[in-house]
């Protein structure tokens, strides 16, 4: 996956150490991005800290940060509980 976006277009930014949580592609506003999932990534932050922190470091250090056009964006494939508010 890592290949095929860098040979589609070079300029989309990938979330350093999460490449096993890049599930695809997607488009915002006629741009491709990188489409990861939320679940993942809060998982792989769990393994080195509680959950909740987990989850309130993705919120506002990972998905709260904007790069610029080609920022990630990150799909829940579900929601539950109030960590998702």
């Not at 490449?19 to 488009?27: K, T």
């Not at 990972?62 to 799909?75: H, S």
């Amino acid at each position: 996956m890592i290949d095929l976006i860098a040979k589609l277009d070079p300029k989309i930014l990938l979330a350093d150490g999460y490449d096993e949580c890049l599930i695809g592609l997607a488009f915002r506003v006629g741009e491709l991005v990188a489409l990861y999932s939320a679940e993942a990534v809060i998982d792989k932050l769990a393994e080195d800290m509680p959950y909740d922190d987990a989850v309130d470091y993705f919120k506002f250090n990972i998905a709260g940060a904007y790069m610029g056009e080609k920022t990630p964006v990150f799909f829940y494939n579900y929601v539950s509980g109030e960590e998702y508010e």
